[in-house]
């Protein structure tokens, strides 16, 4: 267990796949993040946690190009994102599947998916579209119904699904968990580990912090804006405050 002054940043020789020091977000005068420093490594399941309107989704879309910084900066594999607009940032690999999950009700499941990859290469959408069906085999059976008519579950499947179109080497996800039921819950978190095992790598943020440290190779609570503790995502599950706080223990 660290403080968020001993950063546990692991020693290695490789840089972070994403470096972010001294991030500063407001919204006018409220402020939404302070002094934030944090790392994902390449290959990790990081989870952030944190109570409503701790700044989790605000820290999500800062990383997105979707909220610019009042201070700090934001490295991606090497190179300073701050700025950049939010399709670019997709494009250099990393995808952002926001809370809400914002799938399009109207359209059906394919033409959400279709949509994701309008620009990307046509030669790749077939393949891309099979990659998301192997993954979520109920998206598979149902690409042709409104996409208004998936269950909750299935509906944060088609989300997860939409961003992995963009062949992401960053998956960022915003309480993928919320609102569905535990059994669901259960099968987005054995996905998504299974799509970091084939190589993605992983940033959620989650209020249901148990599942989400359970999963984390490495784990953040985040507390009105500040980095509070941060550690394997097992130390935290343990840790007396974090069971207090956040686990109801
Ligand atoms: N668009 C916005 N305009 C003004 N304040 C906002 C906006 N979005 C978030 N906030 C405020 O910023 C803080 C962090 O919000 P948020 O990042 O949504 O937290 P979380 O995702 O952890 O619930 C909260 O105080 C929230 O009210
Ligand atoms: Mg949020």
């Excluded at 499947?157 to 669901?184: C, F, H, Q, T, V």
């Excluded at 985040?222 to 706080?245: F, I, K, M, W």
């Amino acid at each position: 267990m660290t403080s968020r002054r001993f950063h546990d940043r692991v020693e290695r020789d490789v840089p972070a796949m994403l470096e972010i020091r001294g991030l500063d977000v407001s919204y006018g005068a409220i402020r939404a993040l302070r002094e934030v420093d944090l790392d994902v490594n390449a290959g990790e399941i990081v989870a952030i946690v944190g109570s409503n309107g701790a700044g989790k989704s605000t820290l999500l879309r800062t990383i997105s190009g979707l909220v610019r910084p009042r201070a700090g900066k934001i490295v991606f594999e090497s190179r300073p994102i701050v700025g950049f607009k939010p399709h670019r940032i997709v494009a250099m690999g990393i995808s952002h599947v926001p809370e809400g999950r914002r799938i399009f009700t109207d359209l059906t499941v394919w033409e959400n998916l279709a949509l994701a990859a309008q620009f990307r290469k046509p030669s790749t959408f077939d393949q891309d579209l099979e990659t998301v069906c192997r993954w979520f085999p109920r998206i598979r059976e149902r690409l042709k119904q409104s996409a208004g008519t998936l269950s909750g579950g299935e509906q944060q499947m088609l989300a997860i699904g939409r961003a992995i179109m963009a062949r992401p080497k960053l998956l960022l996800l915003d309480e993928p968990s919320l609102g569905l039921a535990p059994n669901l819950v259960k099968e987005i978190f054995r996905i998504l580990q299974d799509i970091n095992r084939a190589g993605t790598t992983v940033c959620l943020v989650e209020q249901n912090a148990h599942m989400a440290l359970e999963v984390a190779h490495r784990a953040y609570v985040l507390e009105t804006g500040q980095v509070a503790l941060s550690g394997p995502g097992r130390e935290l599950l343990d840790d007396p405050r974090v069971q207090a706080a956040y686990l109801g223990g």
